[in-house]
């Protein structure tokens, strides 16, 4: 049976942390944890934290720590990421989210961190593009489309863009990440937890570099699990 994975997807909008999570978390026989959908689902279901999170998501602006930190927890806490670890996407983005996460999961801590590298460019035009399901949250484009008439080939959801992909919310979004989230690579790299991967080219051959470098820090390293 292939061993579980405890990893984070760093890299800024557009990518391609949720394609790449999703492949690695079938990969691996792991849970995706999305901070973002998970939010996403707390705003559909109109819970409190989901009314609170809203009006933060819609402007672009980083949903607080502690609203994150207690969702978190509590899905860390949770079976399936006990026994086999996890994929997270989207946390942390803040110095104080990656401290609490390490308190969080000590005394075994993480496997291993990923930063996606793409270029602005890119990204702004992969953000443009981007469509994603109402219900399940498959990412599409208008390059790739579902199948039939923007019905989510997966679950028969309606496929949209996301109300925070406008230009302003998009551009906030970049400009939080350079100032909050950038500084973790140098952070993750100082405790030797990172490994820089190229997100350009098809969604496979990403995928194939990520998982060559998951493997092979697996080889070089002994990594405990339960
Ligand atoms: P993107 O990577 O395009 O910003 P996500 O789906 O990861 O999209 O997140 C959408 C929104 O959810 C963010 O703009 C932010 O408001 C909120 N959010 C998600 N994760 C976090 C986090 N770790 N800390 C604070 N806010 C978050
Ligand atoms: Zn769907």
């Known amino acids: 049976m292939i061993p579980g994975a405890r990893l984070i997807v760093l890299g800024k909008q557009g990518a391609g942390k949720g394609t790449q999570c999703v492949r690695l978390s079938h990969h691996y026989v792991i849970p995706h944890i999305s901070t973002g ?23 672009g602006e980083l949903v607080p720590d502690g609203l ?57 035009e992969r953000l443009a593009g981007r469509r994603v399901c109402v219900d399940c949250g498959t990412n599409y484009s208008v390059a790739a489309p579902p ?7 997966v679950c028969g959801g309606e496929v949209v863009q996301r109300p925070d992909d406008t230009e302003a ?15 973790l690579v140098s952070w993750y790299e100082g405790s030797n937890r990172l490994v820089r991967v190229e997100g350009t080219g098809t969604p496979d051959e990403v995928t194939d570099r990520i998982v060559r470098v998951v493997d092979e820090s697996r080889r070089t390293k002994v990594v405990e699990h339960p």
């Open 37 to 59: 959908d998970m939010l996403r689902a707390a705003v559909k279901q109109q819970t409190e934290l989901g009314r609170e999170a809203k009006r933060y998501m819609d402007a």
């Open 68 to 124: 994150l930190l207690s969702m978190l927890e509590g899905r860390l806490a949770q079976d399936d990421t006990r026994g086999r670890g996890f994929v997270l996407d989207g946390f942390p983005r803040t110095t104080v989210q990656a401290e609490a996460l390490d308190a969080l999961l000590a005394p075994r801590g993480l496997d291993l961190v990923i930063d996606l590298e793409v270029p602005t460019s890119l990204v702004l």
């Open 147 to 153: 199948k039939v008439d923007w019905i989510c080939d």
């Open 169 to 183: 919310a998009i551009q906030r979004r970049l400009d939080l990440y350079e100032k909050e989230t950038a500084p």
